[in-house]
Each structure stands twice: as structure tokens, then as C-alpha cells.
């Protein structure tokens, strides 16, 4: 069999005109596993409430942070998809779950150059409803009605991974060479807290409270709240932080739905209200600067501590197309190319 990898983003909109904006937020907020409530609910919420306003406001914030080549999102996904490709031998496409390039182009990519055992890949470290499992079921999807004769493998989520740990551990630190940082805000996108329960393999563990996520559970293979405490812990156990001198938080939430808290936004006021000055943030949710790191946290993050005294607020890039980085990926591709039988 011939092998080849499918990295999968999550994607962006075409451009920052409004009506790109609503074709690619009509895309995503219509998939059940973002807004997860029936068919007609959704309709009814996504196309005859959000998508009425949000696109305007969307598109905007997008101008904010548009590069001449295109979305930052993608474009370092293709940064990251060309490096990796001169450090290995095995094919790898590009796919976002929304928007461009598809998944079932980047399936046909590889067909074309005759791979039938594809490694899907989905770029997030921690395992969550709306991100991991929303690629591979649409894959599977496709490879039953187009691409029977294929194999699929995944690679699980990363976020305790010793080798991610260690580069994000080094990113993190290469950036904060000579900050005087009084506190490292670790913060997550968030989502909906149905979603953790509905994740729940145990259908009893997931609790949300303040040590479900300390003790051992099966449920933690698919517990985003607890994956993203894990990634914390590791990191500030690599990087010798102390207690108190980090936090987690999760941001970007959307509707009236309680989310996973605390929130960034208010976070990061309440640190600078509580007399933090020196603020360094780090959003390790994404492999790829994007909307919600580059305008979210480097924008209105900066702006919110700002206004309530904060005075120097330092974010730490997402590992994007870094070299350690690479060179990481494209050592777990070969290995898994070199696997006789895969699993
Ligand atoms: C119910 C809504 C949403 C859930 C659940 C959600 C989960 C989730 N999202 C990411 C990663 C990204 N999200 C991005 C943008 C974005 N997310 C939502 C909504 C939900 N996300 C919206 C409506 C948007 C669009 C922008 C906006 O209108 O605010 C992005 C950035 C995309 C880009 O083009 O730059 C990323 C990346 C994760 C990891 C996640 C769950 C863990
Ligand atoms: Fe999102
Ligand atoms: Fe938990």
C-alpha cells in the first residue's frame, strides 16, 4: 500500500468580505457537532439570528488581521505543510474542516499520486467534539462514498505528547527571554459545557467541577477540559513555574450557553485589576496564529488590560511553522510510514 498524510486545519473564510465571512460561518456553525441542538434549532439560531449580524462584525476583525497573501490560518498551515514536506518522503496534502482547500480535495490530492493509507491528521493538540471529531467523521464520510478502496488511520490528540510538551516549552520560553512576566495566562478556546459531557465515554465522570479533571478516568481520552489542564501542567512543570504564577483560562465563546470558565476576557481584567502588570498569554488550543489569537488575545486582550492598568501584556506566538516544530512532525509521520501494519 502507499502511504500519505492529510494535515487538517480548521479554516477560514475566502476573504474579508462579509459575504465570504457568512458562506464560511454558515459552514462551520451549521455542523451539529459545533452547534450541537437538532436540525430546525439550528437553522433557526444559526441562519436566522448569528449569521444576520455576526459576519459584519466577523469580517471586520478579520480586515484587522488579513495578510497580503490571504488568512494567517492558512497560510501557515501551508507553510507548515511545505516544510514538512522537505523533511520527509511521504505525500502530505492540506485540508481545512470549513472553507478551502476541502477535505475531499486533499483526499483526491493524494488518490492522484496513488496513496490508499492515509494518516489523517487533525492539527489540534487536545481532543475536542467540534474540532477532532468533526474532521475524522466527515473523512470517513468521504471515503466511504468516494475513496472506498482507501485506509485511514488518525493520530490522536497530542496535548500530553513529551515531544509537543517540549517544543511548546521552548516556544513559550524563547519568547519570554528577558520579560519580566508576573503571570502566564495558559488560554484554551473554549467550549459549551454539553460538549464535555456529551464527550464523556463514562457518561458519568465529567462533572466540571474543580477535580474531575485530577482524577484518573477512560473519559479523559476525550475530555478536552481535562487535556487542556494537562498541557498546562506539563508545560509549567517543563518550564519550572510555580503555582500561582500561571492559569488557565478559555476564550472565544459564543452564545448564551455556559462554556467552560473561567473566561480569558475576564481573566485578564481581573488580573490587571488585581495589580498584575506584566501579563504574557499563550493559546496552545492552536498550532496556527488565527483570528482568535492574532485579534482576540494580541487586540482586544491587549486593550482590555490596558484600560484597568495593565502595562506590558506579551503573547506568545503559536508554534506555526518553527523548526523544532517540524521537525517533530514530520519524525512522527516517518515513523508511522515506517509501521508495517498499521493500527
Ligand atoms: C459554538 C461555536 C464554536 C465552538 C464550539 C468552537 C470550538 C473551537 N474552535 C476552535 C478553533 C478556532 N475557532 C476559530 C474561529 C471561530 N470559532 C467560532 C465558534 C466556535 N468554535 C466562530 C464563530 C469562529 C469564527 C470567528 C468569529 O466569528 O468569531 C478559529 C479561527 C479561524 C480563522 O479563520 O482564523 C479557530 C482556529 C477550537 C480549537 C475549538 C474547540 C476546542
Ligand atoms: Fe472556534
Ligand atoms: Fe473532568
Not at 474579508?16 to 451539529?32: C, G
Not at 499520486?113 to 464520510?141: C, R, S
Not at 517544543?167 to 524563547?174: A, F, K, Y
Request: proline share 5%; glycine share 6%; with cysteine.
Amino acid at each position: 500500500m502507499s502511504k500519505g498524510v492529510l494535515l487538517v486545519n480548521l479554516g477560514s473564510p475566502d476573504s474579508t468580505d462579509p459575504k465570504d465571512v457568512k458562506k464560511y460561518l454558515d459552514e462551520f456553525l451549521m455542523d451539529e457537532r459545533v452547534i450541537d441542538v437538532p436540525y430546525w434549532a439550528r437553522t433557526l439560531l444559526v441562519r436566522g439570528i448569528i449569521l444576520n449580524t455576526r459576519p459584519k462584525k466577523s469580517a471586520e476583525a478579520y480586515e484587522r488581521i488579513w495578510w497580503e497573501e490571504g488568512s494567517p490560518l492558512i497560510v501557515l498551515s501551508e507553510r507548515l505543510q511545505a516544510k514538512v514536506s522537505e523533511l520527509t518522503s511521504v505525500p502530505i496534502a492540506l485540508a481545512m474542516r470549513y472553507g478551502k482547500p476541502s477535505i475531499k480535495s486533499g483526499l483526491q490530492e493524494l488518490h492522484e499520486k496513488g496513496v490508499d493509507e492515509v494518516l489523517i491528521f487533525p492539527l489540534y493538540p487536545q481532543f475536542a467534539m467540534a474540532t477532532t471529531e468533526t474532521i475524522l467523521v466527515l473523512a470517513e464520510e468521504l471515503r466511504k462514498k468516494h475513496y472506498p478502496q482507501m485506509q485511514f488511520t488518525s493520530v490522536p490528540a497530542f496535548y500530553n505528547h513529551a515531544d509537543y510538551i517540549r517544543v511548546l516549552g521552548t516556544s513559550i520560553s524563547e519568547s519570554l527571554k528577558g520579560v519580566e512576566f508576573d503571570h502566564l495566562l495558559f488560554s484554551y478556546h473554549g467550549v459549551p459545557k454539553r460538549h464535555i459531557r456529551k464527550s464523556d465515554i463514562t457518561k458519568s465522570h465529567c462533572k466540571i467541577d474543580g477535580s474531575c479533571c485530577q482524577t484518573p478516568s477512560a473519559a479523559h481520552q476525550f475530555c478536552y477540559r481535562h487535556q487542556c489542564y494537562e498541557t498546562t501542567r506539563l508545560v509549567a512543570e517543563y518550564l519550572g513555574l510555580e503555582k500561582g504564577k500561571y492559569s488557565v483560562s478559555f476564550q472565544s465563546r459564543l452564545g448564551f450557553d455556559p462554556w467552560l470558565q473561567p473566561y480569558t476576557d475576564r481573566t485578564i481584567e481581573r488580573k490587571g485589576l488585581e495589580g498584575v502588570k506584566n501579563l504574557a498569554i499563550v493559546t496552545p488550543a492552536f498550532v496556527s496564529d488565527c483570528l482568535e489569537t492574532l485579534e482576540e488575545i494580541a487586540m482586544e486582550g491587549k486593550e482590555i488590560f490596558e484600560e484597568v492598568g495593565g502595562e506590558k501584556f506579551t503573547v506568545v506566538p503559536c508554534l506555526n511553522d518553527r523548526d523544532d516544530w517540524v521537525r517533530v512532525l514530520s519524525r512522527w509521520i516517518d515513523e508511522w510510514a515506517k509501521q508495517e501494519v498499521t493500527v
